[in-house]
């Protein structure tokens, strides 16, 4: 089989992975409150990486006007499934209180309701007994929740072997004094880490904790582009088997696979050979449609092992669609992926063009071409060819163009290497280019947020 077609990550022994519970306080699920869709993102990142966990809101929730829908349901998936959602905290009323505000007079009855429970719901102690880390959201950090830090702390003092991670979704201040309780917002908690959302000012929030910098861990939010376009569950299971979003150039080139040649797939390659010599990670995604004849396969076998004389690797560096579609020929989803080989349809061309950066372009047989038009307006950077006057039309002056025809990819490869080098040069000196590939990489990639900040969190340091 060409790829393989898992549905999500290889996983740990169950036994081994810690059991999570994602505590807030939240009333609701509103999408005007950012923490309550960083939480959510959270639970569908523990979802996907096979962990047991909860999110854990208050009793009285407040479901009306889609907010249990936007908590239950992954856009992406086609057969939504839900996340695990527990609506059982008890519920008391918040104050705000200033640095040298003394307590209000219901404040011990508040903790004592938080941590043991009320009419309105469970108490922290019985509700958090079943997880190994728990994970708050501001509870620890924001002055309308000082009822909630000192349960917390309670909890923490009858769970010392628990691990505590606590969010923090603001800009972190010192006081010079302060007065009890507000003391609770400027003193670290025992055995627990604190969660900071950059680097830069983590030691802000270690000096408003009086704790030292390795008591706070860095963890971005995510903003991850298949989520924040919905893309469909078929375009994130291509991306997820090739590894697209992990590129530092990423092509999609829609083209009809009996064309093959006209359309330019031998210049192509000679580029990203060209970046792969230069180890670049650049992967080109053939969207070949018209794939469904004997003759057909062959023009597939044939693009292969030109690929292979350019230094690329076939399903690796060069991925088609046709091959990942027929990957699914003996799976229960064949039907779905069936006509792929005639036709990958429109939303998936569109969605896989926004998940890439780089669009050369090195065709002759266009009058008005319909994906150039897309990846311009999708402001993807692009090559074109100086030899077809219409890319000088439709592209101006804007965008770079090389001799793609007249300098042929078999008698003089050479040519099409350093149009690799060059084009290479000029992406470094583009801001846009770095920001938005570093950004749809890494910065607030999922994948890499899960790998490098978060989960590494759910471990280091567990008593």
């Known amino acids: 089989m060409v790829f393989e077609v898992t549905g999500g990550m290889k996983l740990n022994k169950k036994n081994a992975k810690p059991k999570i519970a994602i505590l807030t306080s939240f009333i609701n699920f509103s999408p005007a409150y950012s923490p309550t869709g960083i ?61 040298m505000d003394p307590p209000k007079p219901d404040f011990e009855k508040q903790v004592e309701e938080l941590y043991s429970g009320n009419a309105t719901g469970m108490g922290y102690a019985e509700a958090l007994e079943p997880y190994d880390v728990i994970i708050t959201h501001d509870l620890m950090f924001l002055s309308w929740h ?143 449609a018209h794939c469904t004849q004997e003759v057909d396969e062959q023009n597939v076998k044939k693009m292969m092992e030109y690929a292979r004389t350019c230094g690329l690797t076939p399903d690796r560096d060069v991925i088609w669609t046709s091959r990942f579609a027929k990957a699914h020929e003996k799976m229960p989803n064949w039907d779905h992926f069936k006509p792929w080989l005639d036709s990958v349809p429109a939303k998936i061309v569109r969605e896989l063009t926004l998940a890439a950066n780089m669009f050369v372009f090195p065709s002759i047989s266009e009058c008005c071409s319909l994906i150039q038009a897309e990846a311009e307006v999708m402001g993807k950077f692009c090559v074109l060819n100086r030899d077809f006057p219409p890319m000088l039309e439709f592209g101006g002056d804007a965008v770079l163009h090389y001799e793609l025809t007249r300098n042929d990819p078999d008698t003089n490869p050479t040519y099409f290497e350093c149009v690799a080098r060059e084009v290479w040069a000029h992406l470094q000196r583009d801001p846009i280019f770095v920001t938005t590939t570093m950004a749809r990489t890494q910065t607030y990639n999922r994948d890499w947020i899960f790998m490098n900040q978060f989960e590494p969190m759910l471990y280091f340091g567990r008593l």
């Open 39 to 99: 939480a959510l993102d959270q639970a569908r990142m523990l979802h996907r990486a096979g962990y047991e966990y909860d999110l854990l809101a208050i009793k009285n929730f407040y479901k009306k006007d889609g907010y249990q829908e936007l908590a239950v349901l992954n856009p992406a998936w086609k057969d939504p499934e839900p996340l695990n959602v527990k609506y059982s905290l008890a519920q008391v009323e918040l104050h705000d209180y200033q640095p």
């Open 146 to 288: 000082l009822s909630n830090n000192k349960a917390l702390r309670k909890c923490v003092e009858k769970y010392p072997k628990k691990r505590w991670l606590h969010w923090c979704h603001s800009g972190a201040g010192c006081v010079t004094s302060s007065a009890y309780p507000s003391t609770l917002r400027y003193q670290g908690c025992p055995n627990s880490q604190y969660v900071f959302l950059n680097m830069r000012q983590r030691q802000d929030l270690a000096n408003m904790m009086k704790i030292t910098p390795h008591d706070v861990s860095v963890c971005y939010n995510t903003k991850d582009i298949r989520d924040l376009f919905e893309f469909s569950e078929d375009t994130c299971s291509l991306i997820d088997a090739g590894g697209l979003l992990e590129h530092e150039i990423l092509q999609v080139y829609p083209f009809s696979t009996p064309r093959w040649e006209a359309k330019g797939i031998k210049q192509l390659m000679r580029i990203f050979g060209g970046w792969r010599k230069m180890n670049v990670n650049a992967k080109l995604v053939l969207i070949n």
